[in-house]
């Protein structure tokens, strides 16, 4: 999978993106107390879009989610995002994984919420 892969730096968190796999094999991303307080007030957006520094045919695109019973599942999730550029640039099919519904609601949610607690004063 070497080969194919490019890293993405964005705004605030960072991808290992797969040409292989069209998804992340890791993101990274720094959180802090302020940084978490930030995004209770950002705003979701829920544009997804494919990213244009990929080469054609490295990315999902959004046909591949359509009527695929799948959620679009952030690696960076889309509730650290502390401005607005940040928020936008989390929708990237770049930083999404395929996942089933009531993982991404339930099980997976309830690792990102435990994960900003430990950023919390």
């Known amino acids: 999978m070497r ?39 950002n ?25 695929s019973g799948y959620d679009r599942g952030h690696m960076s999730p889309a509730g650290d995002r502390w401005d607005k550029k940040s928020m936008a640039e989390s929708f990237s099919l770049a930083n999404v994984v395929p996942q089933n519904p009531s993982n991404n609601r339930r099980i997976w949610s309830r690792i990102e919420q435990s994960v900003r607690r430990l950023v919390e004063p």
């Open 43 to 67: 705003t979701r957006t829920n544009r997804f879009f494919v990213d244009k520094k990929l080469p054609p045919g490295d990315s999902a695109t959004l046909s591949d989610y359509k009527k």
């Open 3 to 41: 080969v194919s892969t490019q890293q993405l730096c964005y705004s605030d968190f960072a991808v290992l993106h797969s040409g292989v796999t069209h998804g992340p094999l890791w993101s990274a991303e720094h959180l802090t107390a302020e940084h978490m307080d930030d995004a209770r007030d």
